[in-house]
């Protein structure tokens, strides 16, 4: 890509974190515009998301991005790419950092997803001189600057020694927030996730749980459940809208409501959680679901 540029990122606000921890960087390479001192996210992931990792980064990185929060990946293929997706389609901006030079974006697979972080505002940043190759190691290296520029580091799936923990390890390091997103125990996707968790870090059930971190003022775009009526709430996924219209005529049973619902488990299951993670239901114990 053309109209790389060099920049000390102790003459940037939004880049000044990366000079203050542990190797920092004394010079960056960009392409397209540095957003200015911003509550930023950084939402790292498995390079192999399962259906479920998939939803929950649309969800929460979309809802994030609504809010003005910038979210900061690694352009990798996976939930690196899906969280700047997510971010672009909610009309947000967001900064991919790479482990190799600018002259030469990789993965070439998302090629065409770099060019539109660039056009709707966002930067690709690197602390590699153009022309550097992609070496396995930088992309360990620069998992450190992803860490230091954001606020709050949230992993969606991690395997038990996924490279993805080596972002958080890094942002605990620097004294940065960590949260993860719980999962299946089942699922080894979730292993690093729920560790994390057990460890000490914030669960994320819904995007207010990132924003509640956040130095973020007062959100309009926060929407109130609770104040909205049942019959005007609508979901883009038909089987969400099933199991919800079921929960507001009064059925809580877990078992009533799958039979009822004529899904599939797999599919039951998948939107029963994305309603419980957007927080349009909530658990009452005993395989039992209630309206928020």
Not at 10 to 22: E, W
Not at 132 to 137: A, I, K, R
Request: hydrophobic share 40%; charged share 20%; net charge neutral.
């Amino acid at each position: 890509m053309d109209n790389i540029k060099q920049i000390l990122p102790h003459d940037n606000d939004f880049l000044q974190q990366t000079t203050v921890i542990d190797k920092p960087a004394k010079k960056l390479w960009y392409i397209g515009s540095i957003p200015p001192l911003t509550p930023t996210v950084a939402v790292v992931g498995s390079r192999k998301p399962t259906g479920y990792g998939r939803a929950v980064n649309a969800r929460i990185t979309g809802e994030l991005a609504r809010h003005g929060v910038v979210i900061v990946s690694g352009l990798a293929i996976g939930h690196d790419g899906l969280a700047h997706r997510a971010c672009l389609d909610a009309g947000g901006t967001t900064v991919a950092v790479l482990g190799n030079g600018l002259a030469h974006i990789y993965p070439q697979t998302n090629r065409t997803l770099a060019r539109r972080i660039v056009q709707a505002g966002g930067a690709l940043i690197s602390e590699y001189p153009p022309e550097s190759p992609v070496l396995p190691h930088q992309f360990l290296e620069r998992n450190r600057l992803i860490s230091a520029l954001a606020d709050v580091v949230v992993v969606i799936e991690a395997g038990e020694r996924s490279g993805t923990l080596n972002t958080a390890s890094h942002a605990l390091t620097q004294g940065k927030e960590v949260m993860a997103v719980p999962g299946n125990i089942t699922s080894p996707l979730s292993t690093g996730c729920n560790r994390l968790i057990a460890q000490g870090a914030g669960p994320v059930l819904t995007a207010q749980d990132i924003l509640d971190r956040l130095p973020l003022a007062k959100t309009e775009d926060r929407p109130d459940h609770q104040a909205e009526r049942a019959d005007q709430v609508r979901f883009d996924s038909p089987d969400s809208q099933i199991i919800y219209d079921l929960i507001v005529q009064g059925e809580s049973d877990g078992d009533r409501l799958l039979s009822k619902s004529g899904l599939s488990t797999s599919r039951f299951s998948l939107a029963l959680t994305m309603l419980e993670l957007n927080g349009y239901i909530i658990a009452l114990g005993n395989n039992t679901w209630g309206r928020r």
